[in-house]
């Protein structure tokens, strides 16, 4: 992005009282995103951060999506800290226009990634529980909430970057398992129940002093709730393949969350919800490997295959519950215990 980019933010910062209108702002530009810019603004007493949609996403593939999903993230972030106070950064200032907005900035030395704490050991099952609570509490909260609903209407948007990249793009990979991908992409799409985030991924959770912090809210979507609880416990799973000798701990993460998640929601939705969250699961964690966006770190083409030879049989036939697909993935790598 160039300077006149940044200084238009800072202009619009300025007018809407966000930044002091006599200070120096400084734009830090932060890493790790591939769908955003991303700012640190410092201006006096003022730190916070800048975020504004890119059209085209930083992957290798070429993989594009609407640059108005910045203005459901904030709406979706402002909506979650409403749910579950201190679980979004603040929104301080939203511009449609130009298609970014400001929010708190969390110092990464009180608000470490959960990625960046499951990779080095510091894997708290009581962690991933809080996530999964959080989740849950904001899924119960929105559920046929026909207002959310409404200004979350956006099937072509949630196809465009999650559904088509991840299911579909998976399917064309396996022709063999292409059947039940795409369908299951179609029956995710056609369900409307509650607000989703869309990429519950341990990269976009800070872990904050007082709980979870979510952030990157792109995908936001009021669709199948099941599609968070999958996609982030899918992310679980895989890092049983980057650092093995933790593999028991993932997997006692993947109980924590997944007990806490359906713990949170009511008997009646929990029986209906856990077999998707079950099918979808497998589907997503084949599609991190054979997908528009692979996780960066399995790099190593045997432990691709292996990946592959433990879902896509999951794949191929889904199971009823999430015991079997943790079970297939203890097999592997751990040493006992299973979900119940």
Not at 228 to 257: E, G, I, M, S, T
Not at 299 to 309: F, G, M, N, T
Request: proline letters at 6%; glycine letters at 6%.
């Amino acid at each position: 992005m160039s300077d006149a980019d940044t200084a238009e933010i800072e202009m619009q910062l300025r007018n809407a009282g966000v930044i002091p209108a006599d200070a120096v702002a400084r734009f830090v530009p932060l890493t790790g995103g591939v769908a955003s810019d991303i700012w640190r603004v410092e201006a006096g007493p003022i730190c916070i951060a800048v975020k504004r949609a890119l059209a085209k996403l930083r992957v290798a593939a070429d993989w594009r999506a609407p640059v108005d999903r910045n203005a459901s993230e904030a709406e979706w972030l402002r909506a979650a800290a409403k749910i579950v106070p201190g679980s979004a950064p603040k929104v301080l200032y939203h511009d449609a226009a130009h298609g970014f907005f400001a929010m708190e900035y969390q110092p990464p030395e009180r608000f470490p990634v959960w990625k960046a704490e499951l990779r080095d050991g510091r894997i708290v099952a009581g962690f991933a529980a809080a996530v999964g609570s959080a989740l849950a509490a904001i899924h119960a909260a929105t559920a046929g909430d026909r207002e959310i609903a409404r200004g979350f209407n956006f099937d072509d948007k949630f196809h465009a970057i999650r559904l088509e990249p991840y299911l579909e793009a998976t399917a064309r990979a396996h022709p063999t398992l292409a059947e039940n991908l795409l369908a299951l992409s179609r029956e995710t799409l056609a369900r409307h129940e509650a607000l989703v985030h869309g990429d519950i991924s341990p990269k976009n959770i800070l872990v904050g002093p007082d709980g979870p912090v979510f952030l990157d809210a792109e995908c936001a979507w009021y669709g199948d709730p099941a599609f968070d609880a999958a996609f982030c416990l899918n992310h679980l799973l895989l890092k049983c393949v980057w650092v093995p000798a933790q593999a028991d701990r993932y997997l006692a993460a993947f109980d924590a969350f997944a007990d806490a998640y359906l713990g949170g929601l009511a008997s009646r939705v929990v029986a209906e919800i856990a077999p998707r969250i079950a099918r979808l699961l497998p589907a997503l964690t084949l599609a991190r490997i054979d997908g528009k966006s692979p996780v960066e770190y399995i790099v190593l083409e045997s432990d691709k295959q292996l990946v592959r030879a433990v879902v896509s049989p999951l794949v191929a036939s889904p199971p009823r519950g999430l015991v079997a697909v943790r079970e297939a993935w203890a097999r592997e790598f751990a040493k006992g215990g299973s979900h119940g």
